[in-house]
């Protein structure tokens, strides 16, 4: 080293970040001809104890080519700076946050207009969210040698309302209930067991598919579809929509079905009135006001005793028992009032008889057909082809016999049930008109004039009548 007059620190003036992740040295008042070696660096950067990330090769820049750097703040060292720990999170299995209403998009890129809502569906302990746990921080370190410390991740936690449940660790959330998951005020997370539509079900609401009970406080427009898991209550009434209930279904305005309604439900059915629909209950059907030209099927029974009471036209089948006001009208509309077996059971056996007909419909022909390639055989006149064709014919036919016998075999069980009857009847509390068909099990009877108040019973092997009490 040349001349110097002066103790290093006065050339060199070594300080450090207030992070501690960087060592930076000022060159200043270096003299012509003066020189500095890299050991004596490294011991003047020692004493003040930097120890870590130092830059080697500038450090041996400065010492060959001290003049290049005077009257320059250097960076002699940089640290290893901490890495922040990941906050916790959670995550759902539905996307809760509010969305705007779409159509939903088909396959082949048309819009469906009426399937504009995703309820988020969820049964009775089913995983509604998870909680990821937040990470520790990576520590880093100072110039100086000490550590430095990142922040630890916050943690993510379960904002609970109604209907919610958390295992024991508080790592993920389940449904209490079946219902449809909710986020409320406050990022609260429920399952509630209702859905409510304030107003009409037409296309801002569209197809509604859930699987708790469903409350419609308006009208549900044409073309409209409400699949419940729970009951459908709907304050205002139906068009030419379908509804469909594992529960039960009530219509406080009625249905005005334009020959296009299908309301069916696992348990009762109430409605003010019914028009032109297909109206199915496992339970009872309740109705205040009318029954018009409509099919409607009850497990049990069907009920419209009200101050009007009336059903005209269409077909009205019962379980047990139908009663009602008046039945028909003067016009001689044909109706026809069915009880003493499931309808279920009653429209098997109708179609069981239609396919009867059919398979002893095909059995004629298959036997023309086979009477017709014996004679070939007897003559001699029967080639290769023929022959194929002759025990195919034999094969279908034998299988056309096993399901004709499986067939008649459920008929003869269905026309038993049929006889069992005796329980089921027809009231009648005001008047049956002419035009009406009672049917009681395997026993039918026409009504060819008005009567008044009358049961309609079976009663040794017929339909007898005995005035209403």
């Not at 060292?77 to 779409?102: F, R, S, V």
């Not at 019962?318 to 006001?325: C, I």
């Not at 009032?337 to 179609?351: A, K, Q, T, Y």
């Amino acid at each position: 080293m040349g001349e110097r007059s002066m103790p290093l620190d006065f050339y060199f003036t070594v300080s450090v970040s207030d992070d501690k992740l960087t060592a930076l040295m000022q060159i200043s008042n270096v003299e012509e001809g003066f020189t500095v070696s890299l050991k004596q660096l490294e011991e003047l950067i020692s004493a003040h104890h930097i120890v870590h990330g130092l830059d080697q090769a500038q450090l041996v820049q400065i010492a060959t080519n001290l003049k290049s750097f005077n009257s320059q703040k250097i960076v002699i060292a940089k640290g290893t700076k901490p890495i922040d720990g990941d906050n916790g999170y959670i995550q759902y299995i539905y996307n809760l946050d509010k969305e705007e209403k779409k159509p939903l998009e088909l396959d082949d890129g048309k819009v469906d207009y009426k399937e504009v809502i995703s309820l988020h569906n969820v049964k009775k302990g089913q995983l509604i969210g998870q909680r990821f746990l937040a990470t520790e921080g990576i520590p880093g370190r100072a110039v100086t040698g000490e550590a430095l410390y990142g922040k630890a991740g916050k943690e993510a936690r379960f904002k609970t309302g109604k209907n919610v449940v958390t295992d024991p660790e508080q790592m993920a959330l389940y449904a209490a209930i079946d219902g449809m998951v909710v986020k409320t005020d406050r990022d609260k997370i429920n399952v509630f067991p209702v859905y409510e539509v304030n107003g009409d079900v037409d296309y801002n609401i569209g197809n509604v598919d859930f699987i708790g009970t469903v409350v419609i406080r308006g009208n549900v427009l044409p073309g409209f579809k409400i699949r419940a898991a729970g009951d459908i209550r709907v304050t205002g009434g139906v068009e030419a929509a379908e509804l469909e209930a594992d529960g039960s279904i009530e219509i406080n305005a009625g249905i005005v079905g334009q020959n296009k309604a299908h309301v069916k439900a696992g348990g009762n059915v109430k409605s003010a009135f019914i028009q032109d629909a297909i109206v199915e209950a496992g339970g009872e059907i309740f109705v205040s006001q009318s029954v018009m030209h409509s099919t409607i099927r009850a497990a049990k029974a069907i009920n419209c005793s009200g101050s009007k009471g009336l059903i005209v036209g269409g077909t009205i089948q019962a379980g047990e028992r139908v009663t009602a006001r008046t039945v028909g009208n003067s016009m001689s509309t044909t109706t026809i009032i069915e009880v003493g077996v499931l309808p279920e059971l009653r429209n098997e056996l109708l179609h069981l008889r239609n396919q009867l007909r059919i398979h002893l419909e095909n059995m004629d022909k298959t036997d023309k057909a086979l009477t017709l390639l014996d004679q070939l055989a007897a003559a001699g006149q029967l080639g290769p082809d023929k022959v194929s064709m002759r025990i195919k014919l034999n094969h279908t036919k034998k299988q056309a016999l096993e399901e004709q016998n499986s067939i008649k075999e459920r008929i003869l069980e269905i026309e038993k049930s049929l006889e069992d009857s005796e329980k089921a009847k027809v009231e009648i509390l005001s008047t049956i008109y002419g035009g009406s068909k009672i049917v009681i099990g395997r026993y039918t009877k026409f009504i060819k004039d008005p009567t008044n108040r009358m049961t309609f019973h079976l009663s040794d092997g017929d339909i007898s009548m005995t005035p209403y009490v």
